[in-house]
DNA sequence: AACAATAACGTTATAACGTAACACTATACA
DNA sequence: TGTATAGTGTTACGTTATAACGTTATTGTT
């Protein structure tokens, strides 16, 4: 077997793309937050991540990175920044948390999850969100933020390739 | 001190309304599911309460109604079933269960849900579920019931009678 | 620059939520 | 009346999240 280009060693922390580091910056400061290194390396690391990851998963992928043993604690208290300053989005049904795609407005969560590979897939709909709205208010209900998670399969699972089988991706979530 | 009325000693199982439980038996013969005592019990318990309540809530009030320990698996499978069926909603974001108001048909997950005082208010959207069904379908999603949670403060939350100084109940999820 | 006030971070411990595995029991149906 | 299947009980364990408290860093003010 040939060597592993990529063991288990300390890496450098991800480079925040500059635009995305941008884009974060004038969110916390619009909020009167504070970006600091380690908040802008946990949003790098959520940005890697192609889906959902759990607290926990985000916990590993940062030791790993940083060469050391880190509290859950850390990592929740970063989650619950980026999530108040809306970098990132919570699926509560999932207990995952995936970077949000259009970071620069404040609006509901919106996703399509995949029940099979656990893809997150976000969507915008101003409709549901003067729908759920104005359905609140007209019961004297003072609405925050929407949470919408649609479970189900995703086009790629609905069509596996030759030689799939339909059963689920190992750590789908 | 006069004697409480209600100590904790083990109480009889709460009654299930007969048309509850009439509409709970057909609901699980058309879906091919046993309706057994156990979960009747776990139904009945639930539908006693107001608001949602958490699992381990759940198991505390059946082990003081039946007068013995019970293991949290047993009220996670009850709750799972119950679920299944449509007869309950699990709310994730507060991770609690509540009985669904009109369980006759099976629909999506929609609620208001106080942040303050933990009331979850039940409602119907056939535009929302036709909305987010399209936009799942336009994208090759095969979509299965939705979730959607409205967090906020209720009526009576937000207009605190006198005497009330608008902080949390404790107890609220 | 020195100070106070506040926000963020680190550490330990623990609470709350949920599931795996396996043996046993009840029900349904041939 | 067997036999297959679904439900239940029990023990143990895994995952997710927070409490409490002290330290460090940042901000805003003299």
């Given at each position: ?88 989005h ?15 407005h404040p609006h509901d969560t919106l996703y399509l ?8 897939d976000e969507l915008e709909s101003e409709r549901v969100a003067e729908l759920l709205s104005k359905a609140a208010r007209s019961r004297g209900f003072k609405p925050g933020k929407a949470i919408v998670e649609v479970p ?22």
């Amino acid at each position: 077997m040939k060597a592993r280009k990529t063991a288990t060693r300390r890496l450098r922390a991800p480079s925040l793309p500059a635009a995305a580091l941008h884009r974060a910056e004038q969110l916390c400061t619009k909020a009167g937050e504070r970006l600091t290194p380690a908040r802008i390396n946990a949003y790098a690391e959520l940005l890697t991540q192609k889906n959902p990851i759990s607290a926990y998963e985000l916990l590993a992928l940062m030791e790993q990175r940083e060469g050391r043993k880190l509290a859950p604690l850390t990592v929740y208290r970063q989650l619950d920044f980026l999530v108040r300053v809306g970098l990132v989005h919570k699926l509560t049904s999932a207990q995952a948390y995936v970077a949000c795609e259009h970071p620069d407005h404040p609006h509901d969560t919106l996703y399509l999850v995949c029940s099979s590979c656990g893809k997150a897939d976000e969507l915008e709909s101003e409709r549901v969100a003067e729908l759920l709205s104005k359905a609140a208010r007209s019961r004297g209900f003072k609405p925050g933020k929407a949470i919408v998670e649609v479970p189900g399969l995703c086009q790629t699972c609905r069509q596996p390739p030759d030689g799939a089988d339909g059963i689920g991706v190992a750590g789908a979530r």
